[in-house]
């Protein structure tokens, strides 16, 4: 898949799912007042190319399951099954004209009884080429000279469900699709053609010019498609069940409108003729079960056209409710759809992982994989782990893989204190067995006091000061540096009406990230004489090393 050269990227490294960025929260109330927007971090284009979020798929049973029940992929495999034992076909290797007619009754196209309408054909037909492209009928030749269709070998294995076959044909029959959509929204206008064909002596450069121009439309065609479905794939895996349909123009302006930029008059037309290229493109994918799709209300043209039929503005300034908004077109990308862009992305070489992946080992071996993957859900990760494990063995296995003084270990212990709160009061008796940990003791002590434990002893002041540094540590780690967020947090630091007398016990704290810790405060603290101070005590950490 192409990479894509929108400013909007997922979540970053260390974020969960309730905190993670949205690539649809894009603000977009101007154009469509019935959703609901959010703004986005601004992201490297390196990093927005390459990091793909976790996704949940179903188990690949359900999936193929689901790769059957596509009417399409379903036709396909019953009109290989009435080729058995062999049908006659045409030298294309298409249904010869008596057997049409019976595809389509066949596939309850029509009426068993009665005239069969053309379009009933053409669909059958368009199943028949189907199959014969998955290769579920093979075409041959008599020694007669007949043409004719037999059952390919994948045929019963498929009919039969096997995850494998069905998911490797529907994946073969999505990708015939999307390059079939590429090329029909690339195709030229009529009248360009014609006047191609009408031309006389400059014919053959003029035909090569025109070819050029297809190639260059297929290829912007095929980008522009390859962007929108990694933001849908990116949308569905941060979104709540649920919430995972897109309106059609907010996809349209992620790809158009740059980051924390107003959509401007022109943008909305760039807006517009996105909207009008996916309208085709995601119609044709729709009919292999990779999204659900509501197109653009045709009739919008005719209400919006001008007097010089010029092109309809499909989006504009005037909120709208969500009724009327969901006639500029609804996408939603289904399961079958995950899996089918995720496989692609792999094809491409890109890391796109899924949800759970990193919660098959140990505790140690869970929080570790968290704390260096680029790309991760931690509390997905943290909550697949615990599942169907016994509340204190599992606590007691997370604080113990908590502790150390590694980079990560910091992070390390935040995660733990999240997984403790997945499991709840349950969890209390492995933590009271630290109480008197000197890693683990000031986390404990302050997680049972939020659980409304009244018998928890003050930690000593070393414990405590020993906390507020590697707790501010594991923020500083997870958050990259985020100015903002570290204000927030350094404004709840205990700071009293003496910084230096603060920050004099702070430095003597014996924790790797102490230095560092201060002097983030010291660079993002608005109080000045705070921050001077904590650089101060920032040097005099350092030195002491």
């Not at 230096?500 to 010291?522: C, I, K, Q």
Request: net charge negative; aromatic share 4%.
């Amino acid at each position: 898949m192409a990479e894509r050269r929108r400013k909007n990227a997922g979540a970053s490294a260390g974020e969960s799912a309730a905190e993670a960025v949205l690539p649809a929260d894009l603000e977009l109330q101007d154009l469509y007042g019935a959703f609901a927007a959010h703004g986005l971090d601004d992201e490297d284009l390196d990093d927005a190319a390459v990091l793909v979020p976790p996704v949940k798929l179903p188990a690949e049973e359900e999936l193929a399951a689901l790769a059957k029940a596509v009417p399409m992929f379903g036709y396909a495999l019953a009109l290989a099954r009435w080729a058995a034992p062999h049908r006659v076909v045409d030298e294309f290797g298409d249904l010869v004209e008596e057997d049409r007619a019976p595809a389509a009754q066949l596939l309850g196209l029509a009426p068993a009884e009665g005239e069969v309408p053309e379009e009933a054909e053409v669909e059958a037909m368009r199943a028949w080429s189907l199959a014969c492209d998955l290769d579920l009928v093979e075409i041959g030749t008599t020694a007669a000279g007949e043409h004719v269709a037999v059952p390919g070998p994948d045929l019963e294995p498929a009919e039969q469900g096997d995850p494998e076959t069905v998911l490797e044909l529907w994946l073969t029959a999505a990708g015939i699709v999307r390059e079939l959509a590429v090329e029909a929204d690339s195709l030229p206008e009529e009248e360009a053609a014609e006047e191609g064909a009408a031309e006389g002596g400059e014919a053959g450069e003029e035909d090569e010019d025109a070819l050029s121009e297809v190639e260059e439309a297929r290829d912007a065609a095929a980008e522009l498609l390859d962007e929108a479905l990694q933001v849908l794939y990116e949308t569905t895996a941060f979104a709540d069940p649920g919430n995972e349909t897109v309106p059609l123009g907010v996809l349209a302006a992620l790809l158009v409108v740059p980051e924390g930029e107003e959509p401007s008059e022109e943008l909305l037309g760039d807006i517009t003729d996105v909207m009008v290229a996916l309208d085709p493109m995601l119609g044709d994918l729709a009919e292999l079960g990779l999204l659900e799709y509501r197109p653009i209300d045709p009739e919008l043209f005719d209400e919006e056209e001008g007097p010089e039929d010029e092109e309809p503005a499909l989006v504009g300034e005037a909120p709208l409710d969500e009724e009327e908004s969901a006639r500029f077109g609804l996408v939603r990308l289904t399961p079958l759809g995950q899996y089918g862009i995720r496989q692609w992305l792999l094809e491409d070489g890109y890391d796109a992982p899924l949800v759970g992946e990193l919660a098959q080992g140990d505790a140690a071996e869970l929080l570790r994989a968290v704390c260096e993957a680029a790309n991760v859900l931690p509390d997905e990760e943290l909550r697949v782990w615990i599942t169907g494990r016994e509340p204190v063995a599992a606590a007691r296995e997370l604080l113990a893989a908590a502790r150390g003084d590694d980079a990560y270990a910091p992070m390390r212990r935040m995660l733990g204190v999240s997984a403790l709160n997945m499991l709840g009061a349950a969890a209390e008796p492995a933590v009271r067995d630290v109480l008197d940990d000197p890693e683990l003791g000031g986390a404990a002590r302050a997680w049972l006091t939020s659980k409304g434990a009244t018998d928890v002893p003050v930690p000593e002041r070393a414990m405590a000061l020993w906390t507020v540094v590697d707790t501010f540590a594991a923020q500083l780690l997870d958050s990259g540096g985020d100015a903002e967020l570290l204000r927030e947090l350094i404004a709840d630091l205990p700071v009293t009406g003496n910084p230096a007398s603060y920050f004099g016990e702070l430095w003597r704290v014996d924790h790797p990230y102490t230095a560092d810790v201060l002097e983030a405060v010291g660079e993002l603290h608005l109080d000045r004489a705070v921050a001077k101070e904590a650089r101060k005590a920032a040097f005099k950490a350092r030195s002491k090393g």
